[in-house]
């Protein structure tokens, strides 16, 4: 028997005045018109307009879920972030993504997947905002909104064009190292347990006593390297669209909880500067031959959003989050993405993103930023205290957090990124990594992309796969002209 207690909620309006009649509009008589004075139905068509936000320009179709960073390592001497503290356990959301398709695209294409954490640490949300691949096409952020382009839909046919990618790709010597590891096996992972994920551009440690060391981040996936081939990923996306989803949220409704290894490589200053390549340099990776992985932690995915909405769609990373122990490096495209990440979310959500419930930090949150738009938090101190400084104990800065200087001293200037850059040697030691059939598998990958691109602009990408490895350019010649014998 259904008592008082066990009711369902009495429906209101968003101004909270109960709701006598959901189903029909307030009319003239029986077939007479709606009045417009009928503020409920205003109300409820006026929310279905709004009931969107502008997609991300970038990493549009995503699947996220909670969990924990559990740090079983000690770099206590090399770092005193709170959250990589020996034992510590952070609470923290991640978002996996493809990069250039809609909202509506389909999940398993062969492209790069964002892999991007916010730990809510006790000092502040330090958010990672890395790929599944350790490195990216372009180093220098001036080339990021061409690239972009390049990837997203032709202004007259409104098609995506291959033309367009391999036209920029064999313009960026650069971008060989990721175009490489895009079109090998890992360009087109099973699911987002499947997959590694990298924080990409080195990141700096600090230490309270003002040592600094460079580092990179990683993450091992425990699930094991699972892929498609293209074939194999166009029959299940004529079955299913959404396959990540339906993976990352099954696995964890069914208590199979995801978990990566938490590695970091270390670079201290004089190795930086014995470093035969731009350590800072995005399309490259530091050997673990010379920086050998140290293992610090494991990162589990165990608790599925309860609203897609609210926690995924409008969670906001940023690489300018940076907690205390942590600091950034001389990475170009990292400096670019600290400006571009929060002002996309001051542009989607607004100028009050951070304090959304899923952005909001889990420690105290005190600064005298004002008014606008969505303004809805309270004052978290005394209301006399909304200058700085005041009489009235307002918050007040705290020199014990100040990063250890950095000195980046030279003389200001355009220069060439390109000038004496060896773009060859990384994306040949992958190359060389890969048997003959997973070489194989990379020569039809990229002869299927650039199937019907102008020759002049295949003949040029092929030019520079032969200057990666002989085999390389062979390879890839052989596989278009078995597509295409006319090429
Ligand atoms: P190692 O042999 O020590 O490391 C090779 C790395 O390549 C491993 O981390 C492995 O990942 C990864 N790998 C294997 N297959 C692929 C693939 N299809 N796409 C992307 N990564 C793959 O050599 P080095 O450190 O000297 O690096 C050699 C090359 O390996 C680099 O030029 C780079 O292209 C690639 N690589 C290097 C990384 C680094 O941080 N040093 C990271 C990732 C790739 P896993 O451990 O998961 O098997």
Same mark, same amino acid.
């Given at each position: 028997?259904?008592?008082?207690?066990?009711?369902?909620?009495?429906?209101?309006?968003?101004?909270?005045?109960?709701?006598?009649?959901?189903?029909?509009?307030?009319?003239?008589?029986?077939?007479?018109?709606?009045?417009?004075?009928?503020?409920?139905?205003?109300?409820?068509?006026?929310?279905?307009?709004?009931?969107? $936000?502008?997609?991300?320009?970038?990493?549009?179709?995503?699947?996220?879920?909670?969990?924990?960073?559990?740090?079983?390592?000690? *770099?206590?001497?090399?770092?005193?972030?709170?959250?990589?503290?020996?034992?510590?356990?952070?609470?923290?959301?991640?978002?996996?993504?493809? =990069?250039?398709?809609?909202?509506?695209?389909?999940?398993h294409?062969?492209?790069?997947?964002?892999?991007?954490?916010?730990?809510?640490?006790?000092?502040?949300?330090?958010?990672?905002?890395? #790929?599944?691949?350790?490195?990216?096409?372009?180093?220098?952020?001036?080339?990021?909104?061409?690239? *972009?382009?390049?990837?997203?839909?032709?202004?007259?046919?409104?098609?995506?064009?291959?033309?367009?990618?391999?036209?920029?790709?064999?313009?960026? /010597?650069?971008?060989?190292?990721? =175009?490489?590891?895009?079109?090998?096996?890992?360009?087109l992972p099973v699911?987002?347990?499947?997959?590694?994920?990298?924080?990409?551009?080195?990141?700096?440690?600090?230490?309270?006593?003002?040592?600094?060391?460079?580092?990179?981040?990683?993450?091992?996936?425990?699930?094991?390297?699972?892929h498609y081939t293209n074939?194999e990923a166009?029959?299940v996306?004529?079955?299913?669209?959404?396959?990540?989803?339906?993976?990352?949220?099954?696995?964890?409704?069914?208590?199979?909880?995801?978990?990566?290894? =938490?590695?970091?490589?270390?670079?201290?200053?004089?190795?930086? +500067?014995?470093?035969?390549? #731009? /350590?800072?340099?995005?399309?490259? =990776?530091?050997?673990?031959?010379?920086?050998?992985?140290?293992?610090?932690?494991?990162?589990?995915?165990?608790?599925?959003?309860?609203?897609?909405?609210? +926690? $995924?769609?409008?969670?906001?990373?940023?690489?300018?989050?940076?907690?205390?122990? $942590?600091?950034?490096?001389?990475?170009?495209?990292? !400096?670019?993405?600290?400006?571009?990440?929060?002002?996309?979310?001051?542009?989607?959500?607004?100028?009050?993103?951070?304090?959304? /419930?899923?952005?909001?930090?889990?420690?105290?949150?005190?600064?005298?930023?004002?008014?606008?738009?969505?303004?809805?938090?309270? #004052?978290?101190? #005394? /209301?006399?205290?909304?200058?700085?400084?005041?009489?009235?104990?307002?918050?007040?800065?705290?020199?014990?957090?100040?990063?250890?200087?950095?000195?980046?001293?030279?003389?200001?200037?355009?220069?060439?990124?390109?000038?004496? $850059?060896?773009?060859?040697? !990384?994306?040949?030691?992958?190359?060389?990594?890969?048997?003959?059939?997973?070489?194989?598998?990379?020569?039809?990958? *990229?002869?299927?992309?650039?199937?019907?691109?102008?020759?002049?602009?295949?003949?040029?990408? *092929?030019?520079?796969?032969?200057?990666?490895?002989?085999?390389?350019?062979?390879?890839?010649?052989?596989?278009?002209? +078995?597509?295409?014998? !006319?090429?």
């Open positions: 028997m259904t008592t008082k207690e066990t009711l369902p909620p009495r429906l209101t309006t968003t101004a909270g005045a109960p709701v006598a009649d959901n189903q029909n509009s307030l009319t003239a008589g029986l077939r007479g018109p709606v009045l417009m004075q009928d503020w409920q139905l205003i109300e409820k068509l006026a929310h279905q307009n709004r009931e969107r $936000i502008p997609e991300r320009v970038v990493h549009a179709k995503g699947w996220g879920a909670h969990g924990v960073l559990r740090i079983t390592g000690d *770099i206590s001497h090399l770092t005193c972030a709170a959250a990589l503290q020996p034992g510590a356990e952070t609470p923290m959301i991640a978002r996996f993504s493809t =990069v250039a398709g809609e909202m509506g695209a389909a999940d294409e062969r492209d790069v997947r964002g892999f991007a954490l916010k730990f809510y640490t006790q000092e502040g949300n330090w958010d990672l905002v890395g #790929n599944n691949t350790p490195v990216f096409f372009v180093r220098d952020p001036m080339k990021f909104p061409d690239f *972009i382009h390049t990837q997203k839909r032709h202004p007259r046919t409104n098609l995506r064009s291959t033309t367009a990618m391999w036209d920029f790709w064999s313009l960026t /010597p650069e971008s060989l190292h990721q =175009v490489t590891m895009l079109f090998s096996d890992r360009g699911s987002p347990v499947h997959m590694n994920g990298y924080g990409s551009h080195a990141y700096s440690l600090w230490t309270s006593g003002g040592a600094r060391v460079w580092v990179k981040f990683h993450f091992k996936t425990r699930q094991g390297h699972r074939a166009r029959e996306v004529g079955r299913t669209r959404e396959g990540y989803q339906e993976a990352l949220f099954g696995a964890i409704e069914a208590g199979e909880f995801p978990q990566w290894t =938490v590695q970091v490589q270390i670079m201290t200053q004089p190795q930086a +500067e014995a470093f035969p390549f #731009n /350590p800072f340099d995005l399309t490259k =990776v530091w050997p673990h031959a010379e920086f050998p992985p140290i293992e610090i932690g494991v990162l589990e995915l165990n608790r599925n959003p309860d609203n897609y909405f609210t +926690e $995924i769609e409008q969670l906001a990373f940023s690489p300018s989050n940076v907690v205390r122990g $942590i600091g950034h490096s001389p990475d170009r495209m990292l !400096q670019g993405r600290i400006f571009s990440y929060a002002d996309a979310h001051r542009y989607r959500l607004g100028t009050h993103y951070e304090a959304l /419930p899923v952005n909001r930090p889990r420690c105290p949150v005190h600064h005298y930023h004002k008014d606008g738009a969505m303004r809805f938090f309270e #004052n978290a101190t #005394n /209301p006399d205290a909304y200058y700085e400084p005041n009489s009235f104990d307002g918050p007040r800065q705290d020199p014990s957090f100040a990063e250890p200087l950095l000195d980046l001293q030279g003389p200001a200037g355009r220069f060439d990124h390109r000038d004496s $850059i060896d773009d060859f040697t !990384q994306p040949r030691a992958l190359f060389l990594l890969f048997d003959q059939a997973q070489k194989a598998r990379l020569f039809d990958n *990229i002869a299927e992309s650039m199937r019907g691109v102008p020759a002049d602009i295949a003949e040029r990408q *092929i030019g520079l796969f032969q200057q990666v490895h002989p085999e390389f350019g062979a390879g890839v010649c052989a596989a278009l002209d +078995e597509l295409d014998p !006319q090429f």
